[in-house]
């Protein structure tokens, strides 16, 4: 027995030591991401069209998470959540391209994963959607930033440990514009969502995408060749997930599933096995819910990093994890230059929209979306009046509100928010959005362009001016939102009172309940006439109710005076679009000279000319 012992406690030991040093050691990291793919596009989630050898093998050797969504459903204000740790609408940067400032208070993950003695990389992306002052860029904190991810690691200090960032451009949106040419991938054999049209064009964008995929994951596969080649395979943590859904029209920049739902898969090599989901060996699946705003939270925790208060997300892997969250929090703001704002809140199975621009259809036209030939091929396909009432609905105004089973309805077409044995669902969804709207100061119930005027009149930012309730009563806002979404006539005279409020938020959304009343809203003509001297969104959209309620003569006059005058108005080039055919007298009389070179006035009116 004494002999036993004598040549089993160096072994003991050195077990015990190789355990200890893996809990006091910091781990590599390997963030690899890929631009615009939902879990429909991975065959490890069972893609119909797409083959991913080399994430399927990642997840055979890691986790997959069943649950993963993103909060923005678009790459700059995602990113912006990412680099901050808080949701944009926290911040002010949920507009797609708005760059607006945020304090000096706030760090930067890469910030502080510095500070702990981390090598920090990207390659490359640094679209980041907002202004930092005195001179914080985040993209200052990357010791390397560019595109020799192959060599990122060989820049750093001896034994210095590493967070990467990899981001893989080939399956971007823009990798399904043009013709498709791999004869590998055959357009016949695509299987198509169930609300886009069986088009040439649509399987053609289909199989192209398709093998954009397949490029996509062999860039992974030669990522992770790389780890091996310089003996950090076993040293380095490696995460792979997409930057929201995508691609093809009615996926990216929308918060169906297919915009949100986005693979995850984490290995975690022996060593760091006790960083491993509890109860989970290597291969298993992770039914956690994790939102995209969790990651940076996660990754400092991992890394040892000072952890801050700002960070909104929760830790979902590691000694520090917390507890999952029963929901998930979504939200879209403007794309370039259409104008949205939708929230959703998700459990895994069911999901609420409330849609606070209802009068925008999703499939308002957006340049960069119709460089996919499939989707032009799409709006064409309803405008000759071809489409059903599930391939049409896209283009369509919406409903204020959506709810859905994600079980029986992953695709998001049988909106069932008049169900009755949904009811007692739907409500416990609604307090949540409303709970985390006011949990993370909701930016968004004032519009973009007002924001913008009165924070730089008061010289101070979003992210203060929400946090200040007299400035910003959200509450308010929230229940005067929900009442104009309600569209009922008996809220008319509250609406026509309203429009003389001393808020501006108040008078805006005012005119927002009057515009969904319709004609029933006659009787408030007057009263909105009255505002269109006001500022900011308010006269665009009081012209276009008034229009809707009957004067119409009154609302073309004075649509057509107003972007002559003014044709850098964005508001009202996006009612334009709205208003579809009603609106060509007006654009046929706008002067050519009048118009910008580009921008969505421009292509409104030569979408116009195209049609006559």
Request: proline share 6%; charged share 25%.
């Amino acid at each position: 027995m004494k002999e036993f012992r004598s040549i089993t406690s160096p072994i003991i030991l050195t077990l015990v030591c190789s355990f200890l040093e893996a809990k006091s050691a910091k781990p590599n990291i390997l963030w690899i991401t890929s631009e615009d793919n939902s879990i429909e596009w991975i065959s490890c989630y069972g893609s119909k069209n797409a083959k991913t050898p080399n994430i399927d093998q990642l997840a055979k050797e890691g986790f997959r998470y069943l649950y993963c969504f993103d909060n923005g459903a678009v790459c700059a204000p995602t990113r912006s959540s990412w680099i901050t740790g808080m949701h944009s609408i926290s911040t002010g940067t949920q507009p797609m391209r708005s760059g607006n400032e945020i304090p000096p208070s706030i760090s930067f993950y890469n910030e502080l994963l510095q500070k702990a003695g981390y090598f920090t990389s990207n390659c490359s992306k640094t679209d980041y959607n907002l202004r930092a002052p005195s001179g914080r860029n985040p993209k200052d904190f990357w010791n390397y930033s560019g595109r020799d991810y192959a060599g990122t690691w060989k820049k750093r200090k001896e034994g210095q440990p590493f967070f990467t960032v990899y981001n893989i451009g080939d399956s971007h949106e823009s990798r399904a514009f043009g013709d498709h040419k791999d004869e590998s991938v055959d357009p016949a054999k695509m299987i198509l969502a169930p609300y886009h049209p069986d088009l040439p064009e649509m399987r053609n964008t289909y199989a192209k995408y398709t093998s954009a995929i397949s490029r996509m994951d062999s860039l992974v596969g030669q990522a992770i060749k790389n780890l091996k080649r310089d003996g950090l395979y076993e040293d380095t943590i490696i995460v792979y997930n997409s930057d929201h859904g995508g691609v093809l029209a009615r996926s990216k920049r929308f918060l169906y599933s297919s915009g949100i739902h986005c693979p995850l898969i984490v290995r975690i090599p022996q060593k760091w096995k006790h960083l491993y989901p509890e109860s989970k060996k290597p291969g298993s699946t992770v039914d956690r819910i994790v939102s995209f705003i969790d990651m940076p939270k996660t990754w400092v925790s991992l890394t040892g990093a000072e952890m801050k208060d700002q960070f909104q997300g929760r830790i979902f892997l590691g000694p520090q994890t917390e507890p999952e969250p029963n929901y998930h929090f979504s939200w879209r703001s403007r794309a370039d230059e259409r104008f949205d704002c939708v929230r959703v809140v998700r459990d895994e199975q069911f999901a609420y929209h409330k849609n606070y621009a209802p009068f925008a259809p999703n499939g308002q036209y957006l340049a960069y979306m119709h460089n996919m030939k499939a989707t032009g091929a799409w709006e064409r396909h309803h405008q000759a009046g071809k489409t059903n009432a599930m391939t049409g609905r896209f283009f369509e105004p919406r409903p204020s509100e959506e709810f859905y089973d994600n079980f029986q309805d992953f695709h998001n077409i049988d909106n069932q928010i008049n169900d009755p044995l949904h009811q007692t669902k739907i409500r416990e969804l609604r307090m949540e959005l409303r709970r985390q709207q006011l949990q993370y100061f909701d930016s968004g119930l004032m519009p973009e362009e007002m924001r913008n005027r009165i924070t730089k009149e008061k010289n101070t930012t979003v992210f203060a001016f929400v946090r200040d309730a007299k400035l910003y009563p959200l509450a308010k806002y929230l229940d005067y939102a929900d009442l104009v979404l309600t569209r009922k006539q008996k809220n008319l005279k509250t609406f026509t009172e309203a429009l003389s409020d001393t808020d501006p938020v108040i008078r805006y959304w005012s005119v927002i309940g009057l515009l969904l009343l319709e004609k029933q809203a006659k009787p408030a003509i007057s009263d909105l006439k009255k505002v269109l001297g006001d500022q900011d969104e308010i006269p665009p959209f009081a012209a276009w109710a008034i229009y809707k309620a009957g004067d119409k003569s009154f609302a073309k006059k004075w649509m057509l005076q107003t972007i002559n005058e003014n044709p850098e108005n964005k508001t009202l080039a996006n009612i334009f679009d709205w208003m579809k055919q009603e609106s060509f007298s007006i654009l046929s009389k706008i002067p050519e000279g009048k118009l910008p070179k580009k921008g969505l006035l421009k292509d409104v009116v030569n979408r116009y000319k195209a049609r006559i």
